[in-house]
Antibody
Framework: EVQLVESGGAKINPGGSLRLSCAAS????????MNWVRQAPGKGLEWVGR??????????DYAAPVKDRFTISRDDSKNMVFLQMNSLKTEDTAVYYC?????????WGQGTLVTVSS | QSVLTQPPSVSGAPGQRVTISCTGS?????????VHWYQQLPGTAPKVVIY???NRPSGVPDRFSGSKSGTSASLAITGLQAEDEADYYC???????????FGTGTKVAVL
């Protein structure tokens, strides 16, 4: 079964840092673009960023609101993708989903909640 | 602010047909990038119901269909059922932003 499981969400003060993890199973992880998508409480979906396969240079792209603050990385030996979030703002409060780019974004993890508040 | 615009809500009686529009521009849908559609039930992660404009994943009922023309795309649900009540989002890639973009989302209500 193709599965993604996020972890690492927490309540954190503005200006702080947090690292989210996403464990993948059931597919050839190294061959796929992996994405992070977030959803603020009661709001719509917002693409955060992506990282490509190593064969495509492992390049990453980010949405404007998080560029220069967030960094996506991957460890193909452990089938994991990470989202390092620095200089967190209250507007970063959201459920963060990990998802694979394949026939759209499929599958999605269950999400992990990040709350940025003092 | 999303670059893909959807109506905030649509509704229909059981058995009826509803359509959801997704309006983009020349840098995303008009640039011939694939459009995908997601269903999000309350409290759950999104699930793809249409990928690459008009393709249905295994397990998605054939009541769901997608189309695309110019800078817009549409999702149609025929034979509306109570279980279709959810939020729906379109998604594509934007050349100007160099990233993926989601629509504003549409809440489907079954009357």
């Amino acid at each position: 079964e193709v599965q993604l499981v996020e972890s690492g969400g927490a309540k954190i003060n503005p200006g702080g840092s947090l690292r989210l993890s996403c464990a993948a199973s059931g597919f050839a992880f190294g061959n796929f673009w992996m994405n992070w998508v977030r959803q603020a409480p009661g709001k719509g979906l917002e693409w955060v960023g992506r990282i490509g396969p190593k064969v495509r240079g492992g390049t990453s792209d980010y949405a404007a609101p998080v560029k220069d603050r967030f960094t996506i990385s991957r460890d193909d030996s452990k089938n994991m993708v990470f989202l390092q979030m620095n200089s967190l703002k209250t507007e970063d409060t959201a459920v963060y989903y990990c998802t694979r780019a394949a026939f759209g974004f499929d599958p999605w993890g269950q999400g992990t909640l990040v709350t940025v508040s003092s | 602010q999303s670059v893909l615009t959807q109506p905030p809500s649509v509704s229909g009686a059981p058995g009826q047909r509803v359509t959801i529009s997704c309006t983009g521009s020349s840098s995303n849908i008009g640039a011939r990038h694939d459009v995908h559609w997601y269903q999000q039930l309350p409290g759950t992660a999104p699930k793809v119901v249409i990928y690459s404009d008009r393709n249905r994943p295994s397990g998605v009922p054939d009541r769901f269909s997608g189309s695309k023309s110019g800078t817009s795309a549409s999702l149609a649900i025929t034979g509306l059922q109570a279980e279709d009540e959810a939020d729906y989002y379109c998604q594509s890639f934007d050349d100007r932003l160099s990233g993926h973009v989601f629509g504003t989302g549409t809440k489907v209500a079954v009357l």
